[in-house]
């Protein structure tokens, strides 16, 4: 069985509610499937049984209706309540952050603006990479998104993290890495003849990697 990975802080609970939800709709389309094809033999026709004639008002006919309806309510409920507060978590809320990176999308690559190594943005030991995103694990991070062109959206799968890019705006985001590894990051929103090779990588770094390329990175720029 292929496992899917989860490699920040709120990946699980996005995947959770995800199944969650699953599992409420698949019972309702079993029970409704069922019941379909149980009334569809019970009341089949028959060799000298008339059929009835209903025109929907019968008690007796209404709750087959209404009792479900109200059920059904009762777990758009808990479905909502749960959408509420993932979504609070992942969108609503801005932990403090570690650090704080630039991604920025253009037609038809992602250019990358790390803090050097005073882990302060917008200085002049910044680091600018393209198609290459470099983060520390269990850091938190904040991105502010921009575009350069069109409507691009930036997406991390195993952060299970998708967000628009917007010409003319600046987004805030966060992720806290939890997996050291190299994962791939997509443009999520079609922005154009390029938009299938619009693909880049994050890599998660344990402190030591993470610092030794930051010391690198700065090197290479240095004039």
């Known amino acids: ?42 009341f089949r026709a028959k060799p000298g049984e008339k059929s009835q004639y209903l025109v929907g008002n019968e008690k007796h006919v209404k709750r087959w209706i209404t009792i479900p309806h109200a059920l059904v309510l009762v777990c758009d409920v808990f479905i909502v309540v749960g959408a509420v507060r993932v979504w609070y978590n992942v969108k609503q809320q801005l932990p403090e952050p570690d650090s704080v990176i630039r991604v920025t999308g253009q037609q038809w690559a992602w250019t990358f603006q790390h803090p050097g190594a005073d882990n302060e943005l917008d200085t002049s030991d910044d680091i600018f990479t393209v198609n290459d995103l470099h983060v520390e694990v269990e850091k938190t991070y904040h991105f502010k998104l ?42 999520a929103e079609i922005c154009g003849i390029g938009h299938g090779v619009m693909a880049a990588r994050i890599h998660i770094d344990d402190a030591n990697t993470h610092a030794a390329w930051i010391s690198s990175a700065s090197a290479a720029t240095t004039p």
């Open 1 to 42: 069985m292929l496992e899917l990975v989860q490699a920040s802080t709120y990946a699980a609970s996005i995947d959770n509610l995800i199944l969650f939800i699953g599992i409420i709709v698949g019972v309702w389309f079993l029970l409704a499937e069922g019941l379909f094809f149980w009334l569809i033999w019970k």
């Open 146 to 187: 921009e575009s350069r062109d069109v409507l691009h959206s930036f997406s991390v799968p195993v952060f299970r993290l998708k967000q628009d890019a917007i010409p003319g705006r600046s987004i805030t985001g966060w992720f806290e890495p939890t997996l050291i590894g190299e994962y791939d990051v997509q443009c």
